[in-house]
């Protein structure tokens, strides 16, 4: 019986561990599940299929027993497993839309910087990473896909949508949609040769909230990357002042600015104290140097974007009123029949100030009055917007999108709502699917190098099973004939 039981043993591979190799740091092994390593090979993700032809080779390599903490990327969470077994976890996990390539980066910085054993990276993303201690395993086969690179709109001097496609199968042509509020165009297009990229223009009859553009393309390796959207976006101004302003007004720009953040794309938006210091068709604000006068009397305030929702009883009936407003232009707010805000649309929206707002500025009223200054003239400056998937934060709602079974709708791009009701694009732009950073890189040879002796053991198989024959030849030797019944030379039958 011990005989049998040790050649049972002997098959299943044991292997020893060399002195030393206690307390060494487990084996880190990082699987990418980010765009590229989802997409899918023989419609499986190709994480999932790297994952099922290479665990065997790792475990073999490392030894079924030895430590891992195992880290998939989007996600972070660090799993604690054996070489023997993690894989079965890791081959559950969903594929996902995110551009994981900084984050993989990151996360195998990490693992090298926290660690001292081999790290193992399942993807095919260049890393730019030099340390022997690091074996990358990519995927080896190539994958069929078209997608949507680039989107953007415009709606002067014409509506039109520009679609940028990249082609990395050996497709020739697809069909392409553009649509916005309901109205579509779409037509086929023929494709640049594989691994090229080409922009595509469509014109539509208008521009609503919401830009899609849809590749229609049959058995894609990634769905993530045919669909793309933009939203309607309003940019904050960029203030300028270019004259010197009172503290008070610099604190309010100030102020605005840090809420409203402009962007490269905002309206920028000049602050001067005469208009003979710009040109007439520069989006501006006048802000008059107040003189001696004073304008007191009876509040009148025009039905303007800049008037809104401001507290105009409050306002002070005496104030110190400057020069006269600009001839031509719409009286917004006189004090007993003083002009102290005007405001012209054309060449430029422009707004002339021409009070000293005294305690008034220590009033919320101020702050709604100037923003809406600022806001007013820095307006239509709107813009079609798409964001990376990346770039999404928690608490956004999906309300148009198509994640993959069991996929998280947060880890798939589309429209998503902010629980105050805004909207916002978020895609996954198709970029480049390849076979791994460079197919010359012996992974194997790294992996053993990196393993060492003392990390996956020494095979003890032979040693048992020539135990094993031992025991049977003893068994043999030393087994008792006693109650045995003898055989006779002769037989008759």
Not at 80 to 100: K, M, Q, V, Y
Not at 322 to 339: D, H, K, L, M, N
Not at 406 to 430: H, K, M, V, Y
Request: proline letters at 8%.
């Amino acid at each position: 019986m011990g005989a049998m039981l040790l050649a049972v043993v002997a098959a299943g591979g044991p292997r020893a561990a060399m002195p030393g190799s206690k307390g060494r740091d487990p084996v880190a092994i990082v699987v990418d599940r980010g765009m590229s390593m989802s997409a899918t090979s023989g419609g499986v993700p190709r994480f999932r299929r790297l994952v099922q032809a290479r665990a065997k080779e790792i475990s073999a390599a490392l030894g079924a027993t030895t430590p891992v903490d195992w880290v998939d990327v989007p996600g972070g969470e660090v799993r604690r497993s054996n070489a023997g077994n993690w894989a079965g976890a890791a081959e559950r996990l969903a594929p996902t839309a995110i551009d994981t390539q900084e984050t993989l980066r990151q996360a195998v910085r990490d693992r090298l910087a926290t660690t001292s054993g081999p790290v193992i990276v399942l993807s095919d993303r260049p890393l730019g990473i030099d340390d022997p201690r690091l074996v990358q395993i990519a995927p080896e086969s190539k994958v069929e896909n078209v997608g949507i690179a680039a989107l953007s709109a415009r709606e002067m001097p014409s509506p039109q949508v520009m679609v940028r496609l990249r082609n990395d199968s050996g497709r020739t042509a697809a069909q392409v949609k553009v649509s916005s509020d309901g109205q579509g165009v779409g037509r086929s297009v023929d494709l640049p040769p594989r691994g090229g990229e080409q922009d595509y223009f469509f014109d539509l009859p208008a521009l609503g909230k919401t830009v899609e553009a849809s590749l229609l393309v049959a058995a894609d390796d990634q769905p993530a990357d045919d669909r793309a959207w933009l939203e309607r976006e309003g940019s904050f101004p960029r203030i300028e002042p270019r004259s010197p302003v009172s503290g008070e007004l610099r604190r309010m720009i100030d102020v605005y600015s840090k809420a409203r953040p402009p962007t490269d794309s905002s309206q920028r938006v000049a602050i001067v104290n005469s208009g003979a210091d710009l040109a007439t068709d520069v989006p501006a604000v006048i802000v008059a140097p107040p003189g001696a006068e004073r304008a007191k009397g009876t509040v009148f305030v025009a039905d303007h974007p800049i008037t809104r929702d401001v507290e105009w009883a409050a306002f002070p009936r005496d104030v110190l009123g400057a020069g006269e407003a600009p001839s031509g232009w719409t009286a917004v707010v006189s004090v007993g029949g003083r002009v102290i805000v005007a405001a012209r649309s054309q060449p430029a929206r422009q707004v002339w100030v021409g009070f000293d707002p005294g305690p008034w500025s220590a009033t919320p009223d101020y702050v709604v009055f100037w923003a809406n200054v600022f806001g007013w003239v820095g307006s239509g400056q709107e813009r079609f917007v798409g964001y990376p998937l990346g770039a999404y934060e928690g608490g956004w709602k999906s309300a148009q999108n198509a994640p993959v079974a069991g996929g998280d709708a947060t880890q798939w791009p589309g429209i998503f709502e902010s629980p105050g009701g805004e909207r916002r694009a978020f895609n996954a732009l198709a970029q480049a699917i390849s076979t791994g950073p460079d197919g010359a890189v012996d992974w194997r040879s790294r992996l053993a190098a990196a393993a060492g002796p003392g990390r996956a053991g020494v095979d003890v198989g032979p040693a048992v099973l020539l135990l094993a024959i031992g025991c049977l030849a003893g068994a043999a030797l030393t087994w008792k004939r006693t109650g045995l019944t003898p055989v006779s030379a002769a037989r008759t039958f």
